[in-house]
């Protein structure tokens, strides 16, 4: 009734914590039904606070947090019921979906703070343990990635799972060989791991080794006839080896089998649109759509293919009519990725503005970021400074609703330095992102555009102390090498010179060797 509501509403029943419990449940109920999230989360908290331990309140109200963005608020909640069993595989989804987001919204860097506050309470625990592992990735800190992994393994050298991890962060990193050699350990004592499989194929193609990876990939499937990676990769080792009739084969006995699982039909896809066969690749696609309708890769890849078969009209009238009675920004962003990947900016602008218009406020700063990159672009190509000033406005936006996208404060500060003479703008916004994280934890492109940042500011200190620190955890970027040369080329001429030397043989960008070879002759 309303009085039983109003008394619980007002914590008269706070002395019976049961029946008040279920007031406050009933409360969300309604408040949810109402569609006021804000009401219907408080009485959730309320509900929980008065029974803490209760593992379905957490994960309840850590998912709305979820969806509100708020991934504090669900790692202060979710990580109090980790090891509760009864609910522990969708609390640690939670956790982990929160960590993730956390790791966009503010930086690995965060979520690194984050994982290693719940590892001092569970310094056991290898969920979390890979979590750290992959921030420490997201952060380009391989080696302390694997030193994470090594001390794991001295504390358990008998678990499987570390050389598969220690494999997975090789990959990352493009170090195949070792990789495989990691794998093989794994091999070695129980050679019919399906995972480990997996990977071993993985680490071969990425060696070259593609007869190699075809023996694996069928290990694989023969081990789990119903597992669609076995198959995708033994039909990328048949591809490498330019048998790309045997590869669709592969797939195609996948589709037979089960023909109900459409993850697949994208390779199978790519696969006829490589060996010519567009018109199988389009019909495989749309045999796809047309059983899961709403999921929208079907018709990412189906205008992917159309672009790339220069039939852009096409995919115009498929994103056209499939938005017709539906317009999903998540979805809408899907096609405008499409179309930029194709480099046809124009219509990724127009889906991106049309989900732009419908996005909730968690979805927004993605998208700004990707229309200011797609503005940035077009200003570039085209010379249009007003193309730039939309650029800017956009990433502007985006860290306004994200203030520790480094993405879009890297975009937003080079436009400034670079275009709009405003390099001591540029330097606040980029140390507002880096948010005091250590050199070692900032992606190169980061550092290399601060760099630039405090140079224009007329910080010259401030630039080469940066690079000195970020040569020592990236001795192999021509950029920085490049930027630290060009400081020290009056004080240090003989560094200088061996630096700039260096980083034309990496690979030095186009537009800055033939600036270094002038300054190598003028040394």
Do not use: C
Not at 240 to 248: G, L, T
Not at 308 to 324: C, G, H, I, T
Not at 461 to 482: C, I, N
């Amino acid at each position: 009734s309303e009085d039983a509501q109003a008394k619980v509403a007002a914590g008269k029943l706070r002395d019976n914590p049961a029946t008040a419990q279920v007031g406050y449940l009933l409360l969300a109920k309604l408040a949810f039904e109402e569609r006021d999230k804000e009401r219907g989360t408080e009485y959730l908290t309320k509900a929980r606070e008065l029974d803490p331990s209760n593992a379905a309140l957490a994960v309840m109200v850590s998912k709305l947090k979820t969806a509100e963005g708020d991934f504090e608020g669900v790692l202060d909640v979710g990580g109090d019921v980790l090891d509760v069993s009864q609910f522990r595989g969708e609390a640690r989804e939670t956790v982990t979906n929160a960590l993730y987001g956390l790791a966009k919204a503010e930086g690995p860097a965060r979520a690194l703070e984050r994982v290693d506050e719940m590892l001092a309470a569970k310094p056991n625990d290898l969920t979390l343990r890979i979590l750290k592992v992959d921030f420490l990735l997201q952060s380009d800190r391989f080696a302390d990635a694997m030193r994470e992994l090594e001390d794991a393994e001295r504390k358990d050298p008998d678990n499987p799972n570390i050389p598969r991890l220690k494999a997975q962060a090789m990959l990352s990193q493009g170090h195949f060989k070792p990789a495989l050699v990691e794998i093989e350990r794994v091999l070695e004592a129980d050679p019919a791991n399906v995972p480990s499989l997996l990977l071993a194929a993985q680490a071969a193609l990425g060696a070259g080794d593609y007869r190699a990876a075809g023996g694996y990939a069928d290990r694989a499937r023969k081990e789990n006839l119903d597992a669609p990676e076995g198959y995708v990769l033994m039909a990328e080792a048949l591809r490498k080896m330019d048998r790309v009739p045997a590869a669709i084969s592969v797939l195609q006995a996948y589709t037979q089998r089960k023909p109900e699982d459409f993850a697949i039909y994208v390779t199978l896809a790519e696969l006829q649109r490589d060996a010519g066969r567009t018109e199988d690749a389009i019909a495989t696609l749309r045999r796809a759509r047309s059983r899961q309708p709403g999921d929208v890769r079907y018709l990412q890849s189906e205008v992917e293919l159309l672009l790339k078969s220069n039939r852009k009209a096409e995919a115009q009238v498929l994103a056209r009519d499939y938005f017709a009675s539906k317009q999903i920004p998540a979805e809408m962003m899907a096609v405008a990725q499409a179309f930029a990947d194709y480099k046809e900016t124009v219509d990724a602008q127009h889906w991106a503005e049309k989900a732009l218009a419908g996005a909730k406020i968690n979805e927004r700063p993605k998208i700004n970021s990707f229309l200011g990159t797609i503005f940035m672009r077009r200003g570039m190509q085209e010379g249009n400074p007003s193309l730039l000033e939309k650029a800017r406005d956009h990433f502007a936006a985006a860290i306004d609703e994200q203030p520790f996208d480094i993405v879009a404060a890297n975009n937003l500060a080079w436009l400034l330095a670079m275009q709009f003479d405003r390099a001591k703008e540029a330097v606040e916004v980029l140390e507002k992102a880096r948010n005091k994280a250590p050199v070692e934890q900032l992606p190169v492109q980061f550092i290399d555009t601060l760099a630039l940042a405090y140079t224009k500011a007329d910080y010259p200190q401030r630039a080469t102390k940066l690079l000195k620190e970020g040569v020592t955890y990236h001795p192999r970027e021509p950029q920085l090498l490049y930027q630290l040369a060009m400081l020290l080329a009056d004080a240090q001429p003989v560094q200088a010179k061996d630096m700039l030397k260096r980083a034309i043989e990496l690979g030095l960008a186009p537009e800055d060797e033939e600036n270094a070879r002038r300054q190598i002759a003028r040394l």
